[in-house]
């Protein structure tokens, strides 16, 4: 049985394991076939996963397109979540690599996800990365206005240092921030979740399979698609796969005593950590969309807990979990 979770103080009540949308259309190689991402979002839905994240970035717009058509049909049923704040032509899709996020063109952004996702309002609407160029204040009281007018009923913010989201959340409150995190990259542990917790917000954990790294099915000889992102990860060269491999020994240790998969240990370790903690797996594949969804079931004593943590907190993993020019729009 999927268990629900509520992301902080909002009362925003999703299934405890969402859908990362984003692999289906972009970033981890060509796009997957259409017919067959519908099949899935609906036996992700049918497995009792109630919250789809996706972007008008994935794609652009090919991703929210997808999420539109498959979840129509079951739309009231659903949470689904997209992001605005890059700097893409809002009719050839043209992306100029920077963020935009100038109040009136986050309005026009809203209009445009509306209509690729054939829906009335965005249940959860991220800024995707900080603007530098737009003080916090702004986007905060552009998405407050989009509440106002019942477009957008949640604002997130993505990859946002703490600072941001305290600003922010005194304009417009907001339900989730979501961040890379998982056993292979842990940063948030120090500020950012323990904001949270004050503040009473929701964290949404992408990458928590590492990138696919924590499942236990790539190693350093591993060949990805040429238009893979991981190929400009750092922490995906081939000499820190193999230097990293001690992590995903450890997590298949404890897999085996559970008779669980690496991939439930790693999610199920994510849901150990906090009650408001609803990660967003990604996959093309039914098989792994079932692996995934079973991690819901796998008990983690605190035993299991400490002895994770005290073998994962001696190991160095090698490798930024980004290329530089990335991680410079993280953390703002």
């Known amino acids: 049985m999927m268990q629900k979770r509520k992301l902080g103080n909002s009362g925003l009540e999703l299934s405890a ?29 049918d497995r009792g996963v109630t919250h789809f994240d996706t972007a008008e970035a994935y794609g652009p717009f090919a991703n929210e397109e997808l999420v539109g058509e498959a979840l129509q049909s079951i739309r009231d049923e659903v949470v689904i979540a997209t992001k605005f704040g890059f700097d893409i032509n809002l009719v050839t899709g043209e992306r100029s690599g920077g ?13 445009a996800s ?9 249940d959860l609407f991220y800024q995707h990365r900080v603007d530098p160029a737009v003080p916090i204040e702004e986007v905060a009281g552009a998405v407050k206005e989009l509440i106002a007018q019942g477009k957008v009923k949640h604002f997130g913010l993505s990859e946002a240092g703490v600072q941001t989201i305290r600003r ?3 304009v ?5 921030v979501q961040s890379e995190y998982s056993l292979f990259w842990r940063g948030p542990e120090t500020e950012l979740l323990p904001t949270l917790e004050e503040l009473g917000i929701g964290f949404v954990p992408f990458s928590p399979l590492g990138a696919g790294f924590l499942t236990g099915k790539i190693d350093e000889n591993t060949k990805f698609d040429p ?11 081939p000499e820190a796969r193999k230097a990293n491999m001690v992590l995903v020994d450890l997590i ?26 609803v990660p967003i797996p990604g996959t093309t594949k039914r098989h792994r969309l079932e692996e995934n969804l079973g991690a819901v079931n796998v008990e983690l004593t605190q035993s299991d807990l400490k002895q994770i943590d005290e073998a994962s907190s001696k190991l160095k993993l090698q490798g930024a979990r980004l290329p530089e020019a990335m991680l410079k729009m993280t953390g703002r």
């Not at 259309?25 to 979002?41: T, V």
């Not at 417009?172 to 989730?176: G, H, L, N």
Request: hydrophobic share 45%; glycine share 6%.
């Open 168 to 170: 922010a959340h005194a």
């Open 99 to 111: 963020t935009n996020s100038r109040p009136e063109h986050i309005k026009l952004v809203a209009d």
């Open 252 to 277: 298949k240790a404890v897999a085996e005593r559970k008779s669980a998969t690496p991939a439930q240990v790693a999610l199920a370790w994510l849901l150990a950590q906090k009650p408001w903690i």
């Open 114 to 122: 509306l209509k690729r996702l054939r829906t009335d309002h965005i």
């Open 17 to 45: 394991l969402g859908l990362g949308c984003m692999s289906m259309s972009s970033g981890y190689g060509p796009a997957a076939d259409k017919g067959e991402m519908i099949k899935l979002i609906r036996t992700a839905h």
């Open 172 to 176: 417009q409150p907001i339900t989730a």
């Open 227 to 237: 238009t893979d992102f991981r190929n400009l990860v750092p922490r995906f060269s």
